[in-house]
């Protein structure tokens, strides 16, 4: 398709299971976006890629959090030893840098993460 | 946390009605945007307001904005019921990311 793809859309993990999560940004898009958004809650920032460069980490929660995007498209985010308390939806978004600047944001549907 | 504060929190009117969000921010903005979620779409950008507009129309959507009050308010006319969602304004600071408000849940009746 042409939106943003993210996979899997809902994700069950035990505490303390390691989980990974993919984001497939529109083509062409070299920004891209990791929010949190917690039940009830708006989007919270997590980090940010400029193709495969990871500018602004400044939002992951703690040390278990981890992003990559190591040829500038496909995205991972990785949680370690999960915890309750990272039941979220992940959300990713992309867009285009026109003129040094980061334009429309488009998001994916997310991906539900629950901790049991 | 860094999002800005929004109300009502919660909204519920009848199929027709008008509908008003509004929401206040804490920084000086470049622009302000509004967004709708919802379970079958996920997040939409619906419409950008500039710190040099005071009101922009989009369809039944229109949005003013008040600089010097640090405030923005996203009203929705003729509401339907295809309508209720969750709305949020956000900001988007110098490095690009956006930064969201809490949001409000609209129901719309039919």
């Known amino acids: 398709g042409a939106g943003v793809s993210q996979s899997p859309r809902y994700k069950v993990a035990k505490r303390g299971q390691d989980v990974a999560l993919r984001c497939d940004p529109i083509s062409g898009h070299v920004s891209l976006f990791w929010y949190q958004q917690a039940l009830g809650q708006g989007p919270e920032f997590l980090t940010y890629f400029q193709n495969e460069a990871q500018l602004d980490k400044s939002g992951l929660p703690s040390d278990r959090f981890f992003a990559e995007r190591p040829e500038g498209s496909v995205s991972t985010l990785k949680i370690q030893r999960t915890q309750q308390e990272d039941s979220a939806v992940y959300l990713c978004?992309?867009?285009?840098?026109?003129?040094?600047?980061?334009?429309?944001?488009?998001f994916g549907q997310g991906t539900r993460l629950t901790v049991v | 946390s860094q999002q800005g504060e929004e109300d009502p929190q919660a909204l519920s009117i009848q199929e027709g009605e008008n509908a008003t969000m509004n929401c206040s921010y804490k920084t000086s903005i470049n622009n302000l945007q509004w967004y709708r979620q919802n379970s079958g779409r996920g997040l939409v950008h619906l419409i950008l307001i500039r710190s040099n507009e005071r009101e922009k129309h989009s369809g039944r959507l229109r949005v003013t904005l008040d600089t010097s009050k640090k405030s923005s308010s996203l009203l929705i006319t003729a509401s339907r019921a295809a309508d209720t969602a969750s709305y949020f304004c956000?900001?988007?600071?110098?490095?690009?990311?956006?930064?969201f408000g809490q949001g409000t849940e609209l129901s719309v009746k039919p």
């Open positions: 956000a900001r988007r600071n110098q490095g690009g990311k956006l930064i």
């Open positions: 978004a992309s867009s285009l840098v026109i003129w040094g600047r980061v334009t429309e944001a488009f």
